[in-house]
């Protein structure tokens, strides 16, 4: 039962448009014990997020049983404390696995998708499949799409050195983004035509909050398909890729960067 002590705050009826923690209201001097408990939890399950490892085997199966071939490889992090000390391994494969993902004669038109951990790998395993699904259903024949890759302890660029090897015209990594306090389960997509090692962020297009109080699955699929065929149309993404050509839905206009 609410406290009759609580002195909200004039605007506390806007709370209901957005997570954010805003018009908390106080008992004195003091915010309300429910709400610094609300913020200790967010906050335990933000830490939780980032450290909680991601259960491939179990993602592998789901795959499987969705009929999307798939494999696992690993940046070259040692472990989680690694991983957030060293970004710049988490962008880098592990020498062991360079060989398997090596393509001797990839088709032209080669997709390849990555499903990484990053800082969620909760967020992934909860949002990666349902957006897969719908992207192949929606893409249809427009791609070669790859075995799937499951990377661990991966940061975004360590898809350009896996899509490279690959022989892929594109690659996309689907990756936990950083946990706030309103979300630990946030997912993200980023888009790479002609990916290679050494691209850089300009380069590459973003898809965010992806979650169930965020982005759709049906849109960020929508937003995912639109991306790749206006980058394949300009030869390019990143910056170059202007966002006004993914509000085309059909007969796009790809406006290069002046």
């Keep these: 039962m609410p406290s009759t002590s609580i002195q909200h705050d004039s605007w506390f009826g806007l709370t209901r448009f957005t997570s954010a923690r805003i018009a908390l209201g106080r008992v004195g001097h003091s915010l309300p014990t429910e709400t610094v408990l609300a913020f200790d939890c967010a906050h335990a399950l933000a830490r939780d997020a980032i450290f909680q490892p991601l259960n491939t085997q ?3 199966q789901k795959l499987k049983l969705a009929d999307f ?11 989680r404390q690694q991983y957030l000390l060293r970004p710049d391994l988490g962008r880098k494969l592990h020498p062991q ?5 090596t393509a001797d004669s990839p088709p032209p038109s080669r997709l390849t998708i990555v499903l990484a951990d990053g800082l969620s790998a909760l967020a992934v395993a ?3 499949l349902p957006v897969l699904q719908m992207f192949r259903a929606i893409s249809q024949s427009a791609w070669e799409l790859d075995t799937i890759i499951l990377a661990t302890q991966a940061r975004v660029a360590l898809a350009d050195e896996i899509a490279a090897l690959r022989g892929a015209v594109a690659c996309a990594i689907f990756i936990g983004e950083r946990p706030g306090l309103s979300t630990a389960d946030s997912m993200g997509i980023y888009v790479t035509y002609e990916p290679r090692i050494g691209r850089t962020d300009a380069e590459r297009n973003c898809i965010s909050n992806i979650h169930a109080a965020g982005l759709q699955y049906e849109e960020a ?3 995912l398909t639109c991306l790749l065929r206006c980058a394949r149309l ?3 993404s990143g910056i170059a890729l202007k966002d006004t050509a993914m509000r085309k839905a059909e007969g796009i206009s790809v406006l290069p960067q002046e």
């Excluded at 071939?69 to 472990?79: D, F, L, R």
């Excluded at 696995?97 to 993902?101: F, H, V």
């Design 58 to 60: 179990q993602l592998l």
């Design 69 to 79: 071939p798939a494999m696992h490889v690993a940046s070259q992090i040692t472990g």
């Design 97 to 101: 696995y360079r060989t398997l993902l």
């Design 126 to 128: 909860r949002h990666a």
């Design 221 to 223: 699929a929508q937003k």
């Design 234 to 236: 300009l030869g390019k």
